[in-house]
């Protein structure tokens, strides 16, 4: 019981793994009921038995084991993470549960097993269980089987994959266990339940009585459908549906089964063979030997591979050449048929992978059909229909067209039933009118044929075609039929049975198709829309009597060709004689009588009654054309008085309008109106006729007999006002339905007429229509003159851009038929619009007869020059051909192998020549998308980018013509991207991102792309994985996250996390489905009915559907809503405008301006940055645009009128107050929009822009807003270009602007852009660039100078050689600013000048000097701040000097410069003037406040102010900070001129940097800080220093403030190691310049201040970046030894700083960059080689070279050779060659040494290692003790060494030297060990080489007490300190002096606080050097006395406090 009490007490978990097992089944038990208890799927309890689930399915004991299934069961079903163990818990149940004798045990794993599935984990489930089958016993197996067999049972074929389970079910029958087949024969039945006969090919092999036993099972089981029964987790909407439907009954299970049945195709089971490897050797030899029989040979071996159901995809090209050969021109018939099985077999085999060679076949089969044998027809049947299977009727109908016309009646017969049965295969969706029409056209023509068996084909297809897409879409084919044939057309129909509705009749199908099509139409509107579309059509038919009148309009808009036929269907003529008879029926006799009577008065008045009567006259009696006949009678049109005629013109119109207007009557009156047409007085009402006439018969027909018949006759007048008329008609009218082919030769004859007038009308005809077809058109004449050409562009370019107008005129009675008919043809076509249907126009030629066996055979030729004359020669016949057919023979192969072509310049020709092809051949290359477009793909994977970019281009140029749907269907795009070619991944990929957006619909075949993106998305290349990253959201967008998330689901584990986490994010940013079609709805729309096509197409892509909707429905109310809806439309249409301007202008759309900023940063959008805006900026800007502006303002704001803008920017200043926020969430857009009116040269619109830009940065400014990186640099360099404009009132403008614009983004950023406009060609622009950087040095310090001061003042300084004036004196008065900022150094800064500039430079710093001695010294501070600060933002004049005086500009400068105030730039907030508090008692009072706000806000970390920005993510606060601004202005005052202000500013630093928790806000300030702090001590040592005026005290107090800031930064590590190497080294000179100036040590308290700098070079060496610490010493040690200007001991210095770092590397080595140091000691040594080096005055810096690089060796050995990666040229550097010497010394030194250890035995390698450096380390120091400078250090370094080593033996080394060195030495060492005991040196030599070690705080305050005792100092407690002298403690706090309030620091307080610390460490160090002074150079030293400034200022201090009290 003992070991029972143990495990008894552990938790479930750990009893669950014990190895007993009643412990386990104890904790098994315990688990299940604790697993119950666990409600929360996602509870952390479940993590805990994650790795634990396979030991419960894997228990050793059976007992235990089946209570872990139970547990493993309720785990599995509850859990979140089940899902993680799929695998392995499977595979143990598999393994170790299947083979238990407990039945339930085995239960239970199968259990599990479906649970598996039921969570999602179908495939892991279903590998495992096939892996099962392969496991030796049998047991296992049939379990495995029988599992299956449940899942499938439950789930159903659409969860469980059946392919792999049919593949290895023949094995199983084959088993010798009976149980194992007898379990797989009950899976072929319930597989047989679920997919029917699809299962049987793959059965076919097992035996006969097996398969006899199945047939009887599978009889048995019940006809009705599978149904699942149990469903995943994401299936539970279908659960409640299922149950649902099972509760109302089986209402529905008809779609099931189809859906079912349909899913499962039995080729989708086979498995593919491979073929091609197994033909004959000699095949091709054998099929074009002379023997028949050899031919037969070969086809009949070839014959038997190609009858295997499945082939596996290869290139079948070759093969089907010589199969297509045999077909054509082979004469013997069987061979012939041989091959037609052949290729049968093929496309069976392949399915769509053969579709690339159909087209090359079909038309040989075709012309084959010419047999009459018929074995041969049938084999010739047989391959046509299967190879119709491969591609689609599209792809075919022109070959089918071609034969067609064929004079073989057999040929014609077999294509009519060919069409027929290919008819079968299509529905309503793939067999649209688009090719339907012409199909039909060709079938109506063989109707009509002379042989029987012609038209009985024709009728069979004809009534196939009606059969499938119904008698509404084929019936307007056939209007020109009559009855008989129609009725047999009928007949035929009702013959035909369609493949899908054998059970129910076509009803069914309809009634099926109808039902599903909402939930699977993607947009439901368009789905409903046919059904009403038809219903009215069919009422509108019925309403208006007889039909026939209806149908020929429709048809002939279709197709111009059969309109002389339709005329004498739609109504026959009638004689004159009924005419007259018909005529008195309704006209008055007087009237007829008077008609042709001689008196012009008496054919008025006869006109006028006639006009009454038809005004009155009903609509349904006017017999039309027998009232135009009586007006045509004589004189008819030949009317002399015009007064009659203008009548008779009226009437017609009258009569065309109001009654039943056929093209018969039209006939009659149209020449009579077109020869009226160009009179003078009747013209118009001529026109007004023809336009009725255009209303009654529709404006395409009638346009076209206009035209012909006006240039039938010779007078110019008529062509020109016909060619008026009908601009404007189409105008009035739209487009839709003209055929341009019919009247396009007129137009050319107009283009070449002689009177003027009419070319002028042509052009303008022209222009017209350009705006309907765009660019197209100019095809039609490219060959004019180049002279009208240029007429021609000039017309179309003022065209550009403009919309064509609404159609406000109709076809009265096509109406209502064309609205649905043309509506869906168009929407079929894939709303291709204008462009496609010019393509159609153009004439084409067949080029096939010149594609000739000789071009194709040079086009392979081995020769690659032959090759490229092939290519050459092709070329040209396309060139010349220009617009070709689809036909173009063998051409296409023959490219695609030059694709191929090991010559690269081959492979570009070839795409070349594909480009080419795709301009001439426009539409028809969809046909060869397949054969031809996808190897352009595979080019997209060359290495070479200038081949990838032509294939690319060559892509681009396919699609346009194709579209993309070909592109997509089928597995070739799959198999593209399978290929791992990082290259064609990316492109293609890129490809796919960019175009998938646009399409509204793609194939389902997309998805067979997923898997391959899903790899891309891990692939080894960056590039790829970016592509496929991008192209994610694209794909999602059509595909689903649903569909793409369960794609995922079958990949690797750890691939699947990945992935299903980027299909989240994808998710976020997947492009909105609306927007596709939106985007389409231009094209779409377009194509709507024929009467608002036009309109629509003129529709902007971003135009709301929800606008173009109600005007469709207006339309299609027919007739007579017509005028209502046009009179309606314009003022609705107009208030709507009026509701949407009161609406928000800016929507403010969270986030939205981040994902722009990304989209930029990831170049996913092009980068704002260009010389001139073009195009594709303004679209991209509009797009953008879109989503956040109002669609009015947008529209205002891209108008072409200027006054628009104008108009917009007044709105936008109203609203910028009420909408800041959404103004501020849109700020880059409209920044964006404003740079683009820069370019613009109204200026009306630039003055509007930059008054609602100084508005829109003055609310900037009070909103705390900053600009982003990403604004800023989108407009400021705009900006800056228009400080240029000739005009001072924009120049003025544009000043303010920019001065309002540092108040938002920081001037140090301004400054650089501002440098980058002074290299404008523009002088105006140059020199106020110069000008406002005068301003800013003068405003904000030198700090603002970016990159560095000197960089930018060289660039400021060369413009003072500018030939312009104004160029000059600005570039002047800058550098005179720059002087005023930092003196004398200015000289150095600006570089070399040549001597006339430097000396007007000198002339103009001597003038600014004597202005400021005569300038009043003081000035108010209310003069100052309004100076600073204009209150009126148009005030520029107070910033910028007027230009006739520059030197204003200076004298301005010099009025404030070393007053006794503080700087004049700094805000009142950070000064400090004493003067002026004791002076002036009334403003004492008022300075605290403003002090406590500044200093609160900067030093309160919880008061720290959020950033005040709106609507911006979090990672953009940091930029915003308000305390980084502050930051920012506070360092920028340390270099300030004025040492006060200066002081103020360390001070604050300084009580930032104490404070641990404060100093952070530091971090990222810290070379700003440092760059300001180096400036400020050159000024000290270049001005203030010389400066006899100043007070040295000031200067001290400012030195020791800098000191004091330094060493509170470097005593932060954090901090420290942010400083950057040029800064670093910057920050060593001027510090080691410091400790050298020989006038500090000089000055009172000087020493003093040199010891504090040399505890900060210390400090600075230890805490900072290592490397580059050591890079910047080596820099500057290098720039020491080159200028000899410095002082002597400088570089002594730096060698000694070098020296430290050097003895610091054995601890630092690896935190270093090895390469970034050798890469500067070989610049060194580059500089410096070894010879010169050593002629130096001494060898010192040779020395510590050597020293630190035999360091570096010793420390990392042979390894440094592989550090050397930075440096160019390794092999010519001296540095290799030295270190290479160095590590073979080491090398055999340590080898030697080891062997020694070795002999001695046991040494430790450690001890080994040490004792072999032992040598060459004393040898060193041994060397520098005997040297005279370096003695002291020598000592030091024997010191720490024997410190370090205690055991080391010196010995060796002293033995050989006198007795008087053996003495010194010992004594220096005693010496040094007494000076360690109680503190180190400061002193400048000995100091630098002192302890090493890191001595904490409190050890500084215990010698420091020690001392202060010696001293009989130890009772006096430190002055400023809270606590007692035994307390240490850290440096005082601020003790509130002046404040009334004391939680509040001031800045007067902080400089107190400052003051007396300094003092105090003062203090401290004098005690401790009078203590222990050694070196020499200290013997001068001072008592410790306070400093009589300090004790003067407190002075000053406490009378203010007391003032105050």
Same mark, same amino acid.
């Given at each position: ?811 009265k009675k096509a109406a209502a038929e064309e609205v649905g008919d043309e509506g869906e043809e168009q929407d079929e076509d894939g709303g291709a619009g204008g462009g496609q249907d010019i393509m159609d126009l153009l004439p084409r030629t067949d080029i096939s ?215 989240? *994010?994808? %998710?976020?940013?997947? $492009? &909105? /489905?609306?927007? @596709?079609?939106? =985007?389409?709805?231009?094209? +779409?729309?377009?194509? #709507? ?24 429905? *207006?339309? %299609?109310?027919?007739? $007579? &809503? /017509?005028?209502? @809806?046009?009179? =309606?439309?314009?003022?609705? +249409?107009?208030?709507? #405008? ?43 800007? +509009? ?147 110069l000008e406002e950087l005068g301003c800013l040095i003068e405003g904000y310090g030198m700090n603002v100078c970016q990159p560095t001061s000197a960089k930018s003042l060289k660039e400021i300084a060369v413009h003072i050689g500018d030939r312009d004036t104004s ?639």
């Open positions: 019981m003992g070991d029972d009490s143990e495990w008894m007490k552990l938790p479930i978990d750990q009893k669950c793994e014990h190895k007993l097992w009643k412990a386990r089944l104890s904790g098994y038990e315990e688990a299940v009921k604790l697993f119950q208890r666990i409600h929360d799927e996602k509870s952390p309890e479940w993590g805990k038995y994650l790795g634990l689930l396979k030991k419960f399915v894997t228990d050793s004991n059976a007992v235990a084991q089946l209570k872990g299934l139970e547990a493993a069961l309720i785990f599995v079903e509850k859990a979140h993470v089940a899902g993680r163990t799929a695998g392995e818990v499977v595979s143990g149940v598999v393994t170790k549960v299947f083979n238990q004798p407990k039945a339930r045990a085995k239960e239970l794993g199968a259990e599990i097993c479906l649970m598996y599935i039921e969570i999602e984990k179908v495939e892991v489930v279903q590998d495992e269980l096939l892996k099962g089958l392969d496991n030796k016993n049998p047991k296992i197996v049939v379990t495995c089987i029988e599992t299956l067999r449940k899942a499938l049972s439950e789930y159903g074929s659409k969860i469980v994959t059946l392919k792999p389970v049919v593949k290895i079910l023949p094995k199983q029958f084959e088993s010798r266990e009976k149980a194992v087949r007898d379990e797989a024969k009950l899976l072929a039945v319930e597989i047989y339940r679920w997919i029917r006969d699809a299962v049987r090919p793959s059965l076919q092999n097992i035996t006969a009585v097996q398969l006899k036993e199945l047939e009887e099972e599978w009889v048995k089981l019940p006809t009705s459908p599978a149904k699942q029964t149990r469903f995943l987790r994401s299936q539970q909407d279908l659960k409640a549906k299922f149950e649902q439907q099972s509760a109302q009954g089986e209402d529905s299970d008809g779609e099931d089964v189809e859906d079912t049945v349909a899913a499962v195709d039995p080729y989708e089971l086979l498995e593919a063979v491979e073929i091609l490897s197994k033909m004959p050797k000699d095949f091709y030899d054998k099929i074009e030997a002379k023997k028949w029989q050899e031919r037969k040979e070969a086809l009949e071996a070839v014959e038997i591979l190609t009858k295997k159901p499945k082939l596996e995809n290869g290139d079948y090209g070759d093969l089907v050449r010589a199969l297509k050969k045999v077909v054509g021109k082979d004469a013997n018939v069987m061979l012939v048929s041989l091959a037609a099985k052949c290729l049968a077999g093929l496309a069976s085999g392949l399915r769509k992978k053969f579709g690339t060679y159909a087209g090359q076949v079909v038309p040989t089969i075709l012309e084959k059909f010419k047999e009459k044998k018929p074995q041969v027809v049938q084999a010739l049947q047989e391959a046509i229909d299967a190879i119709f299977l491969t591609t689609t009727l599209q792809n075919l109908s022109e070959d089918i067209l071609a034969v067609m016309d064929n004079k073989n009646p057999s040929i014609k017969q077999q294509a009519s039933l060919y069409l027929a049965r290919s008819f079968r295969h299509c529905t309503q969706a793939n067999l649209p009118k688009s090719i339907l029409k012409p199909l039909c056209a060709a079938l109506i023509k063989q109707v009509n044929d002379s042989a029987p068996e012609v038209r009985d084909a024709a009728f069979e297809a004809l009534g196939t075609a009606q059969k499938v897409v119904g008698e509404k879409a084929v019936n307007p084919f056939l209007a020109d039929l009559d009855k008989l044939k129609l009725d047999r057309i009928k007949e035929s129909a009702d013959k035909v049975e369609l493949p899908g509705t054998r059970r129910g009749g076509s009803g069914a199908g309809d009634k099926k198709a109808a039902a599903k099509a909402p939930p699977a139409a993607e947009a439901p509107p368009k789905a409903s829309a046919p059904p009403r579309k038809t219903q009215t059509a069919a009422a509108s038919k019925s309403s208006s009597g007889p039909p026939k009148k209806g149908k020929p309009t429709s048809a002939a808009g279709g197709k111009a060709k059969k309109t002389s036929d339709n005329k004498e269907v739609a109504e026959t003529e009638l004689s004159i004689e009924v005419c007259e008879d018909l005529a008195a029926g309704v006209l008055p006799a007087s009237c007829l009588q008077q008609l042709d009577s001689a008196n012009w008065k008496e054919r008025l008045a006869s006109m006028e009654e006639f006009q009454r009567a038809a005004e009155t006259m009903d609509k349904g009696q006017m017999p039309c054309q027998a009232l135009v006949r009586m007006l045509a009678k004589k004189p008819g049109w030949k009317e002399t008085n015009f007064q009659v005629m203008q009548m008779k013109l009226h009437i017609v119109a009258l009569i065309a309008q109001k009654g039943q207007f056929s093209k018969t009557s039209a006939s009659v009156v149209l020449d009579g109106l077109v020869d009226k047409v160009g009179d003078v007085k009747c013209g118009g009402n001529a026109k007004e006729g023809l336009t009725a006439i255009g209303e009654a018969c529709s404006l395409p027909w009638t346009a076209e007999q206009v035209v012909s018949m006006a240039f039938a006759q010779k007078n110019p007048k008529n062509q020109a006002e016909t060619l008026n008329w009908l601009a404007n008609a189409m105008k009035e009218f739209g487009f839709a339905g003209i055929n341009v082919k019919g009247f396009i030769n007129n137009v050319k004859t107009a283009l070449g007429a002689t009177n003027p007038a009419v070319r002028t009308a042509a052009i303008t005809l022209l222009g017209v229509m350009f705006l309907y077809m765009g660019a197209p058109l100019r095809m039609f004449f490219e060959d004019e003159k180049p002279a009208l050409l240029a007429q021609i562009d000039a017309e179309f370019e003022k065209m550009q851009g403009q919309s064509p107008p609404p159609p406000i005129r109709f076809n007869d010149k594609i000739t066996s000789d071009l194709v055979s040079k086009i392979g030729d081995k020769n690659w020059k032959i090759r490229k004359e092939g290519l050459d020669e092709a070329a040209a016949i396309i060139s010349e051909a220009k617009f070709i057919t689809a036909n173009i023979g063998e051409l296409p192969l023959t490219l695609k192998e030059r694709l191929g072509d090991s010559n690269k310049i081959l492979v570009q020709q070839t795409l070349t020549i594909l480009q080419q092809l795709a301009v001439s051949m426009g539409p028809g290359l969809k046909q060869h998308v397949k054969a031809l477009g996808m190897p352009i793909i595979t080019v997209l994977g060359d290495s070479k980018s200038n081949v990838r970019a032509a294939a690319m281009t060559t892509l681009q140029a396919w699609v346009e013509q194709t579209g993309m749907k070909d592109w997509l269907e089928g597995e070739d795009l799959s198999e593209e991207l399978r290929r791992e070619n990082p290259f064609l991944r990316q492109e293609v990929l890129g490809w796919l991102a960019e175009k998938l957006p646009t399409l509204r619909t793609v194939p389902g075949d997309l998805m067979l792309c997923v898997p391959n993106l899903y790899a891309c998305l891990e692939d080894r290349n960056g590039d790829v994985r970016k592509r496929a990253q991008d192209a994610l959201p694209t794909f999602m967008m059509h595909l689903g996250f649903e569909k793409m998330s369960k794609a995922a689901g079958k990949l690797k584990t750890s691939s699947k996390d990945q992935v299903v986490a980027m299909l989240e *994010k994808a %998710r976020a940013v997947m $492009p &909105a /489905k609306p927007a @596709a079609p939106a =985007k389409a709805g231009g094209g +779409k729309d377009s194509a #709507e009915p024929s009467r608002a096509a036009s309109a629509s197409r003129s529709q902007p892509a971003s135009d709301d559907c929800v606008d173009g909707k109600p005007e469709v429905k *207006k339309v %299609r109310g027919g007739a $007579p &809503a /017509k005028k209502g @809806a046009a009179g =309606k439309k314009p003022p609705a +249409k107009g208030a709507k #405008e009026e509701e949407d301007k009161s609406g928000p202008i800016f929507v403010l759309i969270p986030n939205a301006k981040e994902q722009r900023i990304k989209e930029e940063k990831q170049l996913k959008i092009l980068k704002w940055n260009f010389i001139t805006p073009r195009e594709e900026y303004v679209e991209q800007l +509009k797009t953008q645009m879109a989503t956040c502006f109002a669609k009015w303002l947008q529209d205002e704001l891209f108008h072409f009128d200027f006054q628009r803008h104008v108009k917009a920017i007044g709105v936008m200043i109203e609203r910028l107050e009420s909408e800041s926020d959404a103004t501020i969430s849109c700020l880059d857009l409209i920044l964006k929009w404003f740079t683009l009116r820069f370019f613009d040269t109204n200026t009306t619109v630039l003055m509007k822009v930059l008054e609602y830009l100084k508005l829109l940065f003055a609310m900037l400014n009070r909103e705390n807003y900053h600009l982003t990186e990403y604004e800023a640099n989108s407009f400021i360099p705009y900006l800056i270009l228009k400080v240029g404009e000739s005009k001072d009132g924009v120049r003025k403008d544009v000043r303010a602007i920019l001065t309002m614009l540092c108040k938002v983004y920081p001037a140090s950023k301004v400054f650089p852009l501002l440098m980058d406009g002074t290299k404008s060609k523009n002088s105006k622009q140059r020199a106020e660039c160029v000059r004196n600005a570039a002047l008065n800058t550098v005179v600013a720059v002087y005023n900022a930092c003196g004398e150094q200015v000289y150095k800064l600006i570089g070399n000048l040549s001597e006339k500039d430097m000396s007007m430079l000198e002339e103009r710093i001597k003038r600014s000097a004597k202005k400021t001695a005569a300038a009043p010294a003081k000035q108010s501070v209310a003069e100052r701040s309004q100076r600073e600060h204009p209150t009126n933002p148009n005030a520029t004049f107070l910033r910028k000097p007027a230009q006739e005086d520059p030197n204003k500009l200076n004298q301005a400068r010099q009025n404030t410069q070393h007053s006794e105030s503080s700087h004049p730039s700094i805000p009142k907030e950070f000064q400090l003037d004493l003067d002026m508090i004791e002076r002036d008692q009334s403003r004492v009072c008022e300075l605290p406040d403003l002090v406590q706000h500044k200093l609160d806000e900067l030093l309160e970390p919880i008061m720290i102010p959020e950033p005040k920005i709106h609507s911006v993510s979090p990672h953009f606060d940091e930029l915003h900070n308000s305390t980084a601004s502050t930051i920012n202005f506070v360092i920028s005052q340390v270099a300030s001129g004025d040492i006060n202000t200066s002081i103020q500013a360390l001070a604050q630093i300084d009580e930032v940097l104490r404070q641990e928790d404060k100093a952070e806000v530091m971090s990222g300030h810290i070379d700003q800080f440092l760059i300001a702090t180096f400036m400020q001590l050159r000024l000290i040592n270049s001005t203030h220093m010389a400066d006899e005026r100043l007070d040295k005290r000031d200067i001290i107090k400012l030195y020791s403030c800098i000191i004091g800031n330094m060493l509170s930064l470097f005593s932060m590590e954090s901090l420290a190691r942010e400083a950057s190497m040029g800064v670093l080294k910057d920050l060593m000179h001027g510090v080691i310049t410091l400790m050298l100036d020989s006038r500090v040590e000089d000055m009172e308290d000087g020493q003093q201040l040199i010891r504090s700098t040399n505890l900060l070079v210390i400090r600075v060496l230890e805490k900072s970046h290592q490397t580059n610490m050591i890079s910047a010493l080596l820099v500057l040690l290098q720039d020491s030894l080159v200028t000899t200007a410095g002082p002597p001991k400088f570089s002594e210095l730096v060698m000694k700083c070098l020296w430290r770092m050097t003895r610091h590397l054995p601890e630092t080595i690896h935190s270093i960059n090895l390469d970034r140091i050798l890469l500067d000691v070989h610049n060194f040594m580059k500089v410096f080689p070894k010879e010169k080096l050593k002629q130096l005055k001494n060898d010192v810096p040779h020395r510590t070279l050597k020293t630190l690089l035999h360091t570096l060796c010793k420390l990392t050995g042979p390894k440094i050779l592989d550090h050397l990666s930075m440096i160019e040229n390794r092999n010519e550097s001296e540095l290799e060659a030295h270190l290479r010497q160095v590590v073979k010394h080491s090398g055999n030194l340590s080898g030697l040494k080891s062997d020694r250890g070795n002999e001695k035995g046991g040494l430790r390698t450690e001890e080994r290692m040490s004792k072999a450096k032992v040598s060459d380390i004393l040898s060193e120091i041994f060397k520098k003790i005997g040297s005279k400078e370096n003695t002291k250090e020598g000592l030091t370094e024997l010191y720490e060494y024997k410190q370090k080593y205690s055991d080391a033996d010196l010995e060796p080394f002293l033995k050989n030297t006198s007795q008087f060195f053996q003495s010194y030495v010992e004594r220096g060492l005693r010496m040094i060990e007494s000076e360690r005991e109680v503190i180190p040196q400061h002193g400048v030599d000995s100091s630098l080489s002192s302890n090493t070690e890191e001595l904490k705080p409190a050890v500084y305050y215990e010698r420091l007490k020690i001392l202060r005792q010696r001293q009989g100092l130890e009772n006096t407690s430190r002055q400023g300190s809270g606590g007692g002298e035994d307390e240490p403690q850290p440096r005082p706090p601020i003790s509130s002096l002046l404040s009334s309030k004391p939680s509040v620091a001031s800045s007067t307080d902080m400089l107190h606080s400052k003051l007396s610390q300094l003092k105090e460490s003062r203090e401290m160090y004098q005690q401790e050097h009078n203590a222990h002074s050694n070196s020499p150079s200290h013997a001068h030293t001072r008592s410790a006395s306070p400093a009589a400034n300090l004790d003067d200022l407190k002075k000053r201090l406490e009378r203010i406090k007391s003032n105050r009290q």
